[in-house]
């Protein structure tokens, strides 16, 4: 059982350049999110969704894009990097409220 | 709204000795409440979880919590600490929104095991 994965694990973006960071689970789970960790900061939440075709913003959007078109696949995308936005990206899933999240192993971008 | 203070970023024990990392959360409802562990340039490892059973919980590797509502606290403590112990750990807070669930995480406190 994979739980969730997201590839690339490292990766350097010019900034002004575009990207999609993957994040797949087999655990049919319906709630999935993506969120930044940054030194001192603990995670913060990117966006999140609740089910295929629904998503909504969570504490710092601005710059990232999400889609949810199935229940295993949420990608993250860069719409045009900035190095505010080097930092440690991790994509998570739970199956309700109040149930733990199972998160991926991360994925390590630097803008430069 | 819900917020987690992790009240020490940094502690440091020496092996063998008690483990004591403090989580206090503000929060309007019966919360469900988390700790990870994160080890160096690993993804988040969950640990233990209250979710309105019992007010003591037991995880993994020996840790376990307390959930003190009256202090609105959730501590962690291991009665020994091992070398391996040595990593990030997180509090986390569930809070239900409308559309779902979202965690709030705590800053993260960093434990250092001294041999």
């Known amino acids: 059982n994979a739980g969730v994965t997201q590839t690339p694990k490292f990766q350097v973006l010019k900034t002004g350049q575009s990207m999609t960071l993957q994040c797949a689970q087999d655990?049919?789970?319906?709630?999935m999110s993506w969120y930044r960790q940054d030194p001192g900061m603990g995670l913060r939440l990117i966006h999140y969704?609740?089910?295929?075709?629904?998503?909504d913003q969570g504490e710092v959007p601005n710059g990232y894009n999400v889609s949810r078109s199935t229940t295993e696949d949420f990608p993250l995308r860069l719409l045009s990097a900035a190095p505010s936005q080097t930092s440690v990206y991790f994509c998570?899933?739970?199956?309700?409220?109040?149930?733990?999240?199972?998160f991926g192993q991360g994925t390590r971008l630097t803008v430069v | 709204a819900q917020s987690v203070t992790q009240l020490d970023s940094h502690v440091s024990v020496s092996e063998g000795t008690p483990v004591l990392l403090r989580c206090n959360y503000s929060?309007?409802?019966?919360?469900?409440l988390f700790w990870y562990v994160q080890h160096p340039n690993k993804g988040l490892q969950l640990l233990l979880k209250?979710?309105?059973?019992?007010?003591l919980v037991k995880g993994i590797n020996g840790f376990e919590a307390e959930f003190k509502k009256s202090e609105t606290s959730f501590h962690l403590t291991k009665p020994s600490a091992h070398m391996s112990d040595a990593a990030e750990y997180f509090c986390?807070?569930?809070?239900?929104?409308?559309?779902?669930?979202?965690?709030?995480f705590g800053t993260g406190t960093s434990l250092t095991v001294i041999p």
């Open positions: 998570a899933s739970s199956y309700a409220f109040s149930a733990e999240a199972f």
């Open positions: 655990m049919n789970h319906e709630y």
């Open positions: 969704s609740v089910g295929a075709g629904i998503t």
């Open positions: 929060s309007s409802y019966s919360p469900s």
């Open positions: 209250y979710t309105s059973a019992a007010t």
């Open positions: 986390v807070v569930s809070d239900q929104l409308d559309t779902g669930n979202q965690f709030y």
